[in-house]
């Protein structure tokens, strides 16, 4: 049996290698995000925007952009023959889940690196909040890998991917998008970052991502048999 | 790699009424074969009759609905991870990803079978040698030709040295040369356990040491 982190680093290794030469998702994901703060820049009318309203903002972007990549995620494996490969290889199957969790965490990390900092020229009266903020965006993030990664693997093997999707995956995030914005709000509130219940919303997403992490390393296995 | 596993005692593959279902079709129904180590079993049949079916079995790929299937040693599909990694198998698909070079998808099959280091590179650099492919090793899979996809599935299929091979039609899409190439590497004479599914008898029979004749709704026959 070939070690976990082997496969686990293979298989990452190959994900990232076929994105920086595609760039298949990376661009769509942020070009989406990007777009969608314009509109809600001119929709909205408002060249300020704090709280729960800037919190929604920010995570209906990043959640609706992150689909885009949780879509293509297996793309590669069904079309190409990665699942055939990697099933007839010596490996725990729990090190595709792994690697491709965090290979949606990568993006997910990339498509902020971008983003925020346009959302925070859009719509912040100033920068205070970012550094908070990252721990909300890494937790989050985390939770939306682990389910992504699950939903994806499931829905890669319909020909209603696309829709698959969103519709699965969009009610399972909703407890993660509460917290999410629950902790973002705060730290958006006029007149700088507060943080009341911060640690508490902290909390809760990391225990989602926990959840999500053990069912779908759990589950992984029985998903790629026939 | 599967060269260094001890042979298991009895036949390298024995198969005793082995059914799949799809629905209510049934792919394959009542299969029975024993197949020494070392042999060639020719799979013939017409299409449908459940050729691919079988070998996805044998592989590890699909689970059988009923019947029994031992391969190496090994009963399918409750000790189907002992059995990854002792197959090398050669499908319709290259199961070679088009974005990565013919040299970087070595590399990555070879880490998965915890091939690594300077003993991945020799034995990369063997076989696009054996393949004639050093050249255009570094190109993308989307850029070469099927041929040149099959030769590199082919390194794939026999990269870690696998006991038993599983060969979809290994000549397709191969020119006279190639063909010839895939014989040093994928043919009986490499000494390996060998299933061969084909549409080419005349090519295959006088390889073989038994034939399995597959039909749509007929009992198989081994001969």
Redesign the interface.
Known sequence: MTPSRHAFAAILAKDLRSELRTLQSLPAMALFAVTTFVIFRFGLDRTSLSGSLAAGVLWATLLFAAVLGINRLFVAEREEGGFDAIRLAPIDRSALFAAKATALLVYLLALELVTVPIFAFFFLDSAAALPPLFAVLLLANLGLAATGTLISSMAVNSRARDLLVPLVLLPLVVPLMIAATGATDPLLAVGGPGYERFGTWLGVLGLYDLIFALVGYAVFDFLLED | MGSENTPPPGPAIRLAGLRRDYGDRAALDGVGLELAAGESLVVLGPNGAGKTTLLRIL?????PSGGEAVVLGCSLPREA?KL??R?G?L?H????????SGR?NLR??A????I?GERAEARIAELLAAVGMERRADERIVELSAGMRQRLSIC?CVLHEPELLLLDEPDSNLDAAGREVARGLIGPDTGRTRVVVTHDPERFLPEADQVLRLGIGEIAAVS
Not at chain 2, 59 to 63: E, P, V
Not at chain 2, 93 to 100: I, M, N, S, T, V
């Open positions: 592989a590890t790929l699909l689970r991870w990854r990694g197959i198998y499908g698909e290259p199961l070679l990803y088009r974005d990565l970087e990555f099959q880490r998965l079978h915890g690594r794939r």
